[in-house]
DNA sequence: GTAAGAGTTTAGCCTTTGCTAAACTTAATT
DNA sequence: AATTAAGTTTAGCAAAGGCTAAACTCTTAC
C-alpha cells in the first residue's frame, strides 16, 4: 500500500517542519522580556538609572505601553518599581540582560565581520539575535574570532 | 551649557536604536503572512494542492487558527478560497512566496555554509529570514557563492 | 443512497502588545 | 510656598494570534 507510506512521510514532514514554527513563536515570545531587561541594563549603566520615558524613547513607543510591560515583567520577577520612581532589575533580571547583551554583540560583530555596514549591522542584529540557537551562535563567534 | 549637549547626544541615542526596534516590529508584522504563502506554496507544489489541515499541521497550530489567519490574508489580497475548498494563492501570493523561498533558502545555506547541523539550520533559518535586511541578504548569498 | 470519516467552519474565550486621552505625582523654578 | 514642567499611571480601546468544543459539509465506502 503507497498510501501508507505517502502518509508517513507526510507526517515526518509536518513534524519536522512544525518544530521550527514552533520555535520561532517560543523565541518571539521572549524576545520583548529580553529586549526591555537589556535595555534598561543599557540605561543604569550608562545614566546611572533607567526611567519609563527614556525606555519608551528607545523602544520607539508610547509611555503607557512601557508601564504595562513593566508590569507583566514585575510578575515575571525580572524587575522592580516603587509607584513614580526609577525602574530597577532583580537578580535574574541581570542575568537575563547579561546574556542578552553577550548573543547580542555576537551577533551584530558578525554581521560586521560579514561586511556589512555599521547601520545594517545595527539594525538586522536587533531582531536576529533572537533566532539563533547556542550552535549557531558559537559557530558566529568563531567567525568573529577568524575574521576580525 | 553641557546640559543642552548631553540631551541632544541622547535624543540622538534614542532615535538610532527605536529605528531597529521598530524595524523588527514591522518584520513581525509581516512574518506570519510570509510563512503562510511560502507554505501554501509548498503545499500545491508538492501535492497539487493546499488544504487548512496540512497548513495547521505544518505550522503546529490548531485548524481554527488557521481559518481565522486565512481570512486575513483573503483580505490582504493574497490568497483566495471557497467555503470548504482548498486554498490558493493570488498573483501577489505567489509573488510574495517566491520571495519569501528565496530569502529562505539564502538563509539556510548560509547556515549551512557557516558549518551548522542541517537540523539546526532548518530550525534557526525559520525565524531568521526575516529580520534580514536586503543588504544582509547579499552578503549571504556571496558567502554562500564562495564557500560551497 | 446512506453512513462514516475527513476536513472545515463557527462561536466564544484568552493573552499580548500596541494606542490615546485624561488624571495624577514629583521635582524644579521662581 | 506656589506654579509649572516632566514624568507616570489609569482607563478604555483595538488588532493579532492563539486555543477548545460543537456544528457543519464533503467525499468515500458500503
Ligand atoms: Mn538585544
Ligand atoms: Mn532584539
Ligand atoms: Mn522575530
Ligand atoms: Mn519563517
Chains 1, 2 share one sequence.
Do not use: C
Amino acid at each position: 500500500m503507497p498510501q501508507t507510506a505517502r502518509r508517513a512521510r507526510a507526517a515526518k514532514a509536518a513534524k519536522l517542519q512544525s518544530a521550527a514554527f514552533r520555535r520561532t513563536r517560543s523565541d518571539h515570545s521572549r524576545e520583548l522580556a529580553e529586549d526591555y531587561v537589556e535595555l534598561i541594563a543599557d540605561l543604569i549603566d550608562e545614566r546611572g538609572l533607567a526611567r519609563g520615558t527614556d525606555v519608551a524613547g528607545r523602544l520607539g513607543v508610547a509611555n503607557a505601553t512601557v508601564v504595562k510591560m513593566l508590569k507583566r515583567l514585575q510578575d515575571a520577577g525580572l524587575v522592580t518599581q516603587e509607584p513614580y520612581r526609577e525602574i530597577n532589575l532583580t537578580g535574574e533580571g541581570w542575568l537575563l540582560a547579561e546574556n542578552g547583551r553577550k548573543r547580542h554583540r555576537i551577533v551584530e560583530n558578525f554581521l560586521l565581520a560579514l561586511g556589512l555596514s555599521e547601520e545594517t549591522a545595527r539594525i538586522d542584529s536587533e531582531g536576529i539575535e533572537h533566532h539563533v540557537s547556542d550552535e549557531t551562535l558559537k559557530a558566529m563567534a568563531r567567525f568573529v574570532a577568524r575574521n576580525s
